[in-house]
């Protein structure tokens, strides 16, 4: 880790089907780019503080995890319920076996908290099902992060937004001068004047498509929010085929004088 340094790891930087997507022969998905190929979005941090944090678990968090042989995580964020983002929970659990496992802590926004709750009753609601009699159930418990307010969490220092995201909502996450703005289809001017003082180091943007798109930022839009926001650098994450790497490389590299640009699989960034 650089000294003094945040690190962020971007695990996935795929939409919810992944690329290359199951059926499809298009150029992106046929691509020999390593950068074109792309895992459901999630990221891993490693803080300056020693906390490892994970922000989503996708169905492919089994891969994410070995490939980058993350063997610890203090805790996890889940942005919102949808399946791309939570449906790799349960490869936690050999992180929380014993005899050096613990329960791990998952962060999330109350009403987030309840749809996990019944989505993954095995997990969260253990107590009140049948005894277990097979292999064991992810040692995981939920907690509620407070949204317009400063938490500590594991000795870290969180602020949260609520995004808009088609008929429901998704946590962005600020921590220090990083903003993760993933799976909304727009922020509000206030949200947007916030993320501005902030003078974030570096900002990761929701920019699925390069069409306009109901539930998701796309490129038009999101490289509005990037003047607006102002950030010294963004990288543009959950995109689909529509976004080829160097091509959406090369018109964030035309439209912006600081770095923007798409956000690969295992890429390593620093804040």
């Known amino acids: 880790m650089t000294k003094n340094k945040n690190k962020l790891t971007i695990l996935g930087s795929g939409t919810s089907t992944g690329i290359p997507m199951i059926g499809c022969k298009c ?10 190929h792309r895992l459901r979005s999630s990221i891993h941090l490693e803080t300056v503080k020693g906390s490892s ?12 995890l070995l490939r980058h042989e993350i063997n610890k995580v203090d805790l996890a964020f889940i942005t919102h319920d949808h399946a791309d983002h939570t449906h790799g929970i349960d490869d936690l659990r050999p992180l929380t076996f014993p005899p050096h496992g613990k329960s791990i802590p998952i962060y999330t926004y109350s009403e987030c908290a309840a749809q996990l709750t019944k989505k993954f009753s095995y997990i969260f609601k253990a107590h009140e099902q049948l005894p277990n009699i097979g292999g064991g159930i992810p040692r995981l418990h939920l907690q509620t992060v407070e949204i317009g307010t400063k938490n500590i969490i594991n000795g870290e220092e969180f ?35 916030y993320l501005r003082d902030k003078e974030l180091d570096l900002l990761i943007l929701d920019c699925v498509t390069d069409r306009v798109h109901k539930t998701h930022l796309w490129q038009e839009r ?15 994450i959950h995109m689909n085929h529509t976004l080829e790497h160097e091509q959406l490389k090369t018109d964030a590299k035309k439209a912006f004088s600081f770095p923007v640009y798409p956000t690969f699989d295992s890429q390593i960034l620093y804040y």
């Open 222 to 236: 999101s490289f509005e929010y990037i003047s607006r926001i102002s950030p010294k650098e963004c990288g543009l």
């Open 27 to 36: 150029s992106v998905c046929n691509s020999p780019l390593k950068e074109n």
């Open 53 to 64: 944090i994970i922000v989503d678990t996708t169905p492919d968090l089994r891969h994410q």
């Open 159 to 193: 602020e949260f937004l609520l995004l808009n995201h088609g008929h429901t909502q998704t946590l962005g996450i600020i921590h220090q001068k990083m903003a993760y703005i993933i799976d909304c289809h727009e922020l509000t001017d206030d949200q947007i004047n």
